[in-house]
């Protein structure tokens, strides 16, 4: 099975921060990345598909990069709404989620 | 306009079986490429993957957890079950039903989610 690795698996940030997290792939799976949002009581919601195309209503702040084994979501400017935690996601084979990532405000 | 919503009992003991039932409506599973996963979250941890199953009935398990599921859909009725045997405390989680349109595509459309809890 294709093992997911997010890091880190927490961070500080403040408003206006350009956020980073990466996630990398036990294997190669081309471009099949996907991130998603998730906030307390709520279920996921998809930002970013094969990688780097957003997602529909998504704001343009997200964006994705990477293929093989390694990829990263950024967040060029953090606002308020964006305290959440966010998960990757390989749909190569099956499904496989990384541990998430929980950005919480400085 | 997709919406899925889960169906099932709140509270299951030990050792007994658990069937959850997604409710699918502005899609088809029918349709060529469509998918439906059910995904996991047990409190304050992350999501998994358990299962799912495709437009042409194609089913698919976490291998983990692959002796103890089954899952199976009713196309007339818009619905996807889930059955998973032998509940143990650490099944305690919130579980979602989740779509696809493509096998290899994101989890677009999600479910509110249900959560089940495990306890004698």
């Known amino acids: 099975d294709i093992q997911m690795t997010q890091s880190p698996s927490s961070l500080s940030a403040s408003v206006g921060d350009r956020v980073t997290i990466t996630c990398r792939a036990s294997?190669?799976?081309?471009?099949?990345l996907n991130w998603y949002q998730q906030k307390p009581g709520k279920a996921p919601k998809l930002l970013i598909y094969t990688a780097s195309s957003l997602q529909s209503g998504v704001p343009s702040r997200f964006s994705g990069s990477g293929s093989g084994t390694d990829f990263t979501l950024t967040i060029s400017s953090l606002q308020p709404e964006d305290f959440a935690t966010y998960y990757c996601?390989?749909?190569?084979?099956?499904?496989?989620f990384g541990q998430g990532t929980r950005l919480e405000i400085k | 306009q997709v919406t899925l919503r889960e169906s099932g009992p709140a509270l299951v003991k030990p050792t007994q079986t658990l069937t959850l039932t997604c409710t699918f409506s502005?899609?088809?599973?029918?349709?060529?490429?469509?998918?439906v996963s059910w995904i996991r979250q047990p409190p304050g941890k992350a999501l998994e993957w358990l299962a799912r199953?495709?437009?042409?009935?194609?089913?698919f398990y976490r291998t983990s957890l692959k002796t103890r599921l089954t899952i199976s859909k009713d196309t007339s009725k818009n619905q996807v079950v889930l059955i998973m045997t032998n509940m143990d405390p650490v099944d305690t989680a919130t579980y979602y039903c989740?779509?696809?349109?493509?096998?290899?595509?994101?989890?677009?459309?999600w479910g509110q989610g249900t959560l089940v809890t495990v306890s004698s």
């Open positions: 989740a779509r696809k349109r493509g096998p290899q595509l994101p989890f677009d459309y």
């Open positions: 294997q190669t799976i081309s471009r099949y």
């Open positions: 199953i495709d437009w042409d009935d194609d089913k």
């Open positions: 996601q390989q749909s190569y084979t099956t499904a496989t």
């Open positions: 502005g899609f088809s599973l029918s349709t060529s490429g469509m998918c």
